[in-house]
């Protein structure tokens, strides 16, 4: 390496270009490292948002479900009476034409 | 410029250096100064979290639509942590979380006074605004953490085929039922299971490799709507006639598929740590025996029919009672009804009828029956702890007073599970199903995993389970509480049973009986297969007054809840 520098730098022609690429490497590298560091930063907060509204979501999912299970556990025939709904089944008869059933 | 060139080397020389100074001093504060917390930091992307990173698979019903439902899920909250060490003013602080949250200031001031300890617990499972409210009074040593765990948004609903998930010493497993069945399904923090995403690609390919069973999720074929249905029916039943147990199972029976499992009592796997009795989350369809009684005459009559030795129409001469040496067989009213049929054996559910067809049948003949309906071997249910029923004295025995009362469902030891899978071959063209209630295990990044009905073997010929059929619809037409319960445009067969049960020391108890009712609709294409029990019933002497009524409700709701054409 100091061989590779002691030879740049006595050759007029290189050393300048050699300098400059230098200067340049440095310089771009510590942009890229400013550029991924903030894009991480930036991605993290924006995955702790998703996460968090998943969580909501999934608890608002959870409280919509206890509530559907628990309304259907009400459905029953008793529920239905309550409501004045009538059972028609006494009133259905069965008429069969050929192969096939209907109801009247 | 030679000059100029090495001083500008230089000067890049010194920012370097200065630079690796810089690394050098940051290295070794990261290292040295707080690598134990580092360390800690690492540990935690890579070994098991604590009960406050608390994950697991979930559980799901399906319904008849196909769409899941949550039967066991995970949800979060928060707990609230005190570090008695700092808080100063505990009255202060007390009185200011108290308008948040409920918490008894004895309980409180107990754990502020707690000066040697530097982490209490005050509450748990708290919502995430009361948090939020806790966090915005900034009290030193008062904190909030993020907690997960266990939900069962149904409460009680299938509890035993469920199970819960609570503490074996420091660590949180699935006890009983399915959390318990498939504990290496669900569980997500176990064996050091990691957050780092490089570490987990690592971990999952090892699990491949090492053929572990994938994590995933479960779907059961319980299906929420007919499971609430069914535990209304036995809760009514034990309600009435306060037994000390009952349950039911309703069943596909042409696929083995579950679609309803209860026995009560039960319990909210929510707060199973308030149950009193532990005996509470035993399951007594898989995990208990029961002698059955004349529920198993179709089962004999069907070997019977099956093998040519009998036609509905053979008849014999009841004296209602048969002797085996000293031992007295006779039917459950002591009479005798002359030259009767077989079609009347089932309807009067006369015993010496019974031990008749399996006179006809032949002992060994029969006892290979009972073996081929499965009552040999344990179902394979997937469901922990099932027991194996007892028919040991009907397998080369001599003694044919055994068999005698084997052939009425006396004598003999039956799980729920293992009777409803014999059941099912009355039902479906005379085939035994395997009976199960996971419908499907879906894996994580992988194909799922999906059960298929597995035919366990052939025990009856079509024909005999078209002739058993036919007889058990006229008992349900013609004899079932004077047929009262016929429904006009749907066939039902059905059978009740009354057995008395078995002392410890041999006998039987006087009044103790335990009552059974199975039943299948529409009979010659059967989509549903429902058995009830009920254990040491008060104030009610057969099970076709028990039992009937809430068969035929609970037949009726699966007939317009599945929208079943009428066969009639």
């Excluded at chain 1, 608890?59 to 459905?75: A, P, S």
């Excluded at chain 1, 004045?84 to 009133?91: A, M, P, S, T």
């Excluded at chain 2, 698979?57 to 769409?67: D, L, P, T």
């Amino acid at each position: 390496m100091t061989k590779v520098i002691k030879k740049i730098s006595k050759s007029e022609k290189i050393r300048p270009a050699a300098f400059k690429l230098f200067l340049t490497a440095v310089f771009s590298l510590s942009v890229l490292y400013i550029y991924f560091v903030a894009a991480i930063i930036t991605k993290t907060i924006d995955s702790e948002k998703k996460l968090k509204t998943i969580s909501n979501k999934e608890e608002q999912n959870t409280e919509l479900e206890r509530k559907y299970i628990g309304f259907v556990g009400k459905l029953d025939a008793d529920y239905a009476r309550a409501n004045n709904l009538v059972d028609y089944g006494e009133k259905i008869v069965y008429v069969a034409r050929y192969n096939s059933i209907t109801r009247r | 410029m030679k000059n100029e060139f090495k001083f500008r080397i230089r000067l890049v020389y010194f920012f370097v250096s200065l630079l690796g100074i810089v690394l050098i001093t940051r290295l070794f504060f990261i290292q040295v100064v707080r690598g134990d917390y580092y360390a800690k930091e690492a540990n935690r992307q890579h070994f098991s979290l604590s009960a406050a990173g608390f994950d697991r698979g979930s559980i799901y019903f399906s319904e008849k639509s196909g769409r899941v439902i949550s039967a066991a899920t995970v949800k979060d909250g928060f707990q609230v942590v005190i570090n008695p060490m700092d808080i100063k003013d505990s009255e202060a602080v007390y009185h200011e979380i108290s308008t948040i949250i409920n918490i008894d200031k004895n309980y409180f001031m107990e754990r502020a006074g707690r000066k040697n300890d530097p982490y209490e617990v005050l509450a748990h499972r708290v919502d995430e605004d009361a948090a939020k409210k806790i966090k915005q009074l900034n009290i030193k040593g008062l904190s909030v953490f993020k907690e997960y765990w266990r939900y069962y948004p149904a409460d009680n609903l299938a509890s035993h085929v469920l199970g819960f998930v609570g503490y074996r010493g420091d660590e949180l497993i699935g006890r009983y039922g399915l959390e318990a069945q498939y504990e290496r399904v669900l569980e997500r923090n176990s064996q050091k299971s990691s957050v780092n995403s490089f570490a987990e690609i690592f971990s999952d390919i090892k699990k491949i490799i090492s053929g572990d069973p994938q994590e995933g999720d479960i779907v059961l074929t319980i299906e929420p709507t007919v499971q609430f249905m069914l535990e209304k029916e036995v809760n009514k039943i034990m309600e009435k006639y306060k037994g000390s147990l009952a349950g039911g199972i309703i069943i596909n029976p042409k696929s083995g598929e579950i679609l309803a499992m209860s026995t009560m009592p039960n319990f909210n796997p929510n707060f199973y740590s308030k149950v009193d009795d532990i005996s509470v989350f035993v399951n007594p369809v898989v995990e208990n025996v029961f002698e059955m009684g004349s529920i198993i005459k179709p089962l004999t009559l069907a070997a019977a029919l099956n093998e040519g030795s009998i036609r509905p129409d053979t008849v014999y001469d009841d004296k209602g009672y048969m002797m085996f040496d000293s031992a007295r067989v006779s039917n459950y009213d002591n009479k005798a009804r002359g030259i009767v049929n077989m079609q009347e054996v089932l309807n009067q559910s006369l015993n010496t009828g019974a031990v008749f067809a399996m006179q006809k049948l032949g002992k060994e003949k029969f006892s290979e029956y009972m073996i081929n309906y499965g009552f040999n071997e344990k179902t394979g249910i997937e469901l922990p702890n099932e027991v194996n029923s007892k028919i040991s004295n009907i397998i080369k025995n001599k003694r044919e007073l055994e068999y005698a009362t084997a052939s009425f469902g006396q004598g003999i030891a039956i799980t729920p599970i293992a009777m409803i899978k014999s059941l099912i071959g009355l039902a479906n063209g005379g085939v035994i199903m395997q009976p199960y209630i996971v419908k499907e295990i879906n894996i994580k990044g992988l194909k799922n995993k999906k059960t298929e009905p597995k035919i366990i073997r052939q025990v009856l010929k079509k024909e005999t389970s078209e002739e058993i059929s036919r007889m058990l619809a006229n008992t349900v037409d013609k004899a079932l509480l004077d047929g009262k319960y016929k429904m006009n445009n749907y066939t039902i067969a059905a059978k009740t049973g009354t057995a008395q049960i078995a002392k410890k020391e041999g006998g039987y108890y006087d009044n103790e009986y335990l009552h059974s009712f199975f039943g299948y609709a529409p009979a010659f294409d059967a989509r549903f297969l429902t058995f009830l029990f009920i254990e040491k019933p008060q104030g009610v002497q057969y099970a076709s007054h028990s039992l009937t009524i809430p068969f035929m409700n609970i037949t009726k709701f699966l007939l317009n809840y599945y929208e079943v054409p009428p066969d009639r």
